[in-house]
């Protein structure tokens, strides 16, 4: 991929594990940044939401440009040659419902050449409690697909393997992960007593131009089709939070290509991250057994940045 990263240490761990940590609040930063959630959502919404999925476009984009300009310091000391495309919060207030199943970020880039990133910073100490992003490492290198709300996952029959082998990125508030959208990730529910607050940035090389994908499973021959989409995509797609399965209605189509992405075996994940003890049915948390009941034949159903 093209460097973005200014230190060639990140660049190559990043290129290799699909994610970094790196520092990227300040104390002061951080609690600004809860102040201005704050007076949009003096209440959570129930569970798991993110800005991206609000219809009110006025908090959608004044909450990218807050989190933009706070960010932005911390974004040109780590970052050459960007664009950054989108800032949103994604929230997880206390709920057994506050689960993120197992995915891979929707395909916004041309990612033959180029790579979507999201620096996702949380502004509270994550703990086992409190809904850490759990990530497999190196799985943004499985094999190229493309990805979408209406696509079929290529892991869909590992998923509940996915969750024994997801590795937990303990951050403290103001401590971000940079990570590829292609890894496979999913956070468990928010069960502390305090809603889990995060700001997401996403960002590409500044030479990508934006496509996304939509899954026609009607044709005879399988087949994704590409939309391009200019710079306003993220704040301006309304069908985010809601007919994401549905085809784009934003966007110039590109055409189709042939859906052609086999599906990973458990025996391909041993082999790759080898093999996982035997669970007794004792030893599983009860979010974990919540969170496979739900992920079970079923897959990410609302895509955001
Ligand atoms: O915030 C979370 O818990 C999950 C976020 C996520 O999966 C994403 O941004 O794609």
Redesign the pocket.
């Known amino acids: 991929m093209l460097p973005v990263f200014r230190d060639a240490h990140l660049q190559a761990q990043f290129e290799q594990t699909g994610y970094v940590v790196i520092p990227f609040y300040d104390e002061k930063q951080i609690s600004h940044l809860n102040q201005f959630y704050r007076q949009y959502h003096p209440v959570d919404e129930e569970g798991?939401y993110?800005s991206t999925y609000s219809r009110n476009k006025a908090y959608r984009a004044g909450a990218d440009q807050e989190i933009r300009r706070v960010a932005a310091a911390a974004i040109e000391k780590n970052f050459q040659d960007i664009r950054v495309v989108a800032g949103s919060f994604?929230?997880?207030s206390p709920s057994p419902n506050?689960a993120?199943g197992v995915?891979q970020?929707m395909t916004l880039v041309d990612e033959s050449q180029f790579t979507g990133i999201?620096i996702?910073c949380p502004l509270v100490d994550l703990t086992p409690h409190n809904?850490?992003?759990k990530v497999l490492p190196g799985s943004h290198r499985i094999r190229p697909t493309y990805r979408g709300a209406s696509i079929p996952d290529f892991y869909r029959k590992v998923r509940s393997e996915i969750l024994r082998y997801g590795q937990p990125i303990y951050l403290k508030a103001g401590q971000a992960i940079v990570f590829d959208?292609s890894i496979i990730?999913?956070?468990p529910p928010n069960l502390s007593a305090e809603s889990?607050i995060?700001t997401?940035i996403f960002f590409t090389h500044q030479d990508a131009r934006f496509q996304i994908a939509y899954y026609h499973e009607d044709m005879v021959e399988k087949a994704v089709e590409l939309f391009a989409q200019n710079d306003r995509f993220i704040v301006d797609f309304d069908q985010f939070g809601h007919d994401i399965k549905q085809r784009p209605t934003l966007g110039e189509s590109l055409g189709e290509v042939p859906y052609d992405f086999p599906e990973l075996t458990l025996q391909q994940l041993e082999e790759r991250y080898g093999k996982l003890p035997q669970l007794t049915p004792d030893r599983q948390p009860s979010w974990w057994r919540r969170l496979v009941q739900a992920v079970a034949g079923s897959t990410?159903n609302q895509?955001?940045?």
């Open positions: 798991f993110a994604i929230v997880k506050s993120m995915h970020d999201n996702w809904g850490v992003l959208q990730h999913f956070s889990r995060v997401n990410k895509d955001h940045e």
